[in-house]
Nanobody, 124 residues
Framework: QVQLVESGGGLVQAGGSLRLSCAAS????????MGWFRQAPGKEREFVAA????????YYAESVKGRFTIARDNAKNTVYLQINSLKPEDTAFYYC?????????????????WGQGTQVTVSS
């Protein structure tokens, strides 16, 4: 059974930082591309960042470029999202997702598995 478990969310003031983690089990993690998506109340799920299976390539949404960093540790079956310079508009539920696709994908439907999410709330 595949499980993706996110952690690290919380309430933080604008300008602060968080590090989200996603622990994967039940799948050959090092063979899967990973992505982070987020969904705010009343809005559609949107792409945030993605990383290829090897970690050799990353890609970011324009709105987070320069502030967010995605990384993975295949030995620990974990993908991370370092979030700096948080803004109130970053408030959302953050989900990690896994895809068998070998290239970077930015659409949620292209991912095979996803976790339950972790809430990030940024106060102004």
């Amino acid at each position: 059974q595949v499980q993706l478990v996110e952690s690290g969310g919380g309430l933080v003031q604008a300008g602060g930082s968080l590090r989200l983690s996603c622990a994967a089990s039940g799948l050959p993690f090092s063979s899967f591309g990973m992505g982070w998506f987020r969904q705010a109340p009343g809005k559609e799920r949107e792409f945030v960042a993605a990383i290829t299976w090897s970690g050799g390539r990353t890609y970011y949404a324009e709105s987070v470029k320069g502030r967010f960093t995605i990384a993975r540790d295949n030995a620990k079956n974990t993908v991370y999202l370092q979030i700096n310079s948080l803004k109130p508009e970053d408030t959302a539920f953050y989900y990690c997702q896994a895809t068998k696709t070998l290239v970077i994908v930015t659409t949620s439907a292209a991912y095979n598995y996803w976790g339950q999410g972790t809430q990030v709330t940024v106060s102004s």
